[in-house]
């Protein structure tokens, strides 16, 4: 149980694209979905996080008109990176938690590489 | 001070050693922790959580929490090349996010 999917998994594409990202919670309901990215050899930064039917909540840095995130239901939420640019090229990863406990089920990830 | 504090590594274990990993957490509140285990281009993977004080085992993993002295730990029993990961410490501080240690690598050699 606790399966989290995301996609697509690569994504290369021209700068000044838009380029979404799904991430799906699959055998369970996710009221509260994160959306982590992470450059290569450092830690994981929480980028949002985005509730059911309500507005995300961004860190602070993070450029809400830039980085749009929808959560329509319990099993399905969106990242969408607007004019992408090669400085948004990372590994994009979202994580779940469900109704009843806390934990969070990340997701494969997805690496966007912006040319 | 960061909230969630780590050894960054590597730590190098022989295989068959137990490996000990450490963590420390600043905000006192603190209620549950996790450990995570990522391998290098993959996303991390859920190990185990603990809430209470004490030691909680999971086959060759076990989690003990110290709320006093604000400190967490991992110990890998029969440790296993496979084992080679970083593991990230997390915590969760009470608004629903967890807050995350820049994790420790951990290398098993053969």
């Known amino acids: 149980g606790a399966v989290v999917s995301q996609h697509p998994s690569w994504v290369i594409c021209k700068s000044g694209t838009s380029v979404k990202i799904e991430c799906r919670s699959l055998d369970f309901q996710a009221t509260t979905m994160f959306w982590y990215r992470q450059f290569p050899k450092q830690s994981l930064m929480l980028m949002a996080t985005s509730n059911e039917g309500s507005k995300a909540t961004y860190e602070q840095g993070v450029e809400k008109d830039k980085f749009l995130i929808n959560h329509a239901s319990l099993t399905l939420s969106t990242l969408t990176v607007t004019s992408a640019h090669p400085e948004d090229s990372s590994f994009y990863i979202c994580?779940?938690?469900?109704?009843?406990?806390?934990?969070?089920?990340f997701g494969p990830g997805t690496r966007l590489l912006v040319l | 001070q960061k909230e969630v504090e780590q050894n960054s590594g590597p730590l190098s274990v022989p295989e068959g050693a137990i490996a000990s990993l450490n963590c420390t957490y600043s905000d006192r509140g603190s209620q549950s922790f996790f450990w995570y285990r990522q391998y290098s281009g993959k996303s991390p993977e859920l190990i185990m959580s603990i809430y209470s004080n004490g030691d909680k085992e999971d086959g060759r993993f076990t989690a003990q929490l110290n709320k006093a002295s604000q400190y967490v730990s991992l110990l890998i029993r029969d440790s296993q090349p496979s084992d080679s990961a970083t593991y990230l410490c997390a915590v969760n501080t009470g608004f629903q996010k967890l807050v995350f240690g820049t994790g420790t690598r951990l290398l098993v050699s053969p």
């Open positions: 994580s779940a938690r469900g109704l009843v406990h806390e934990t969070q089920y």
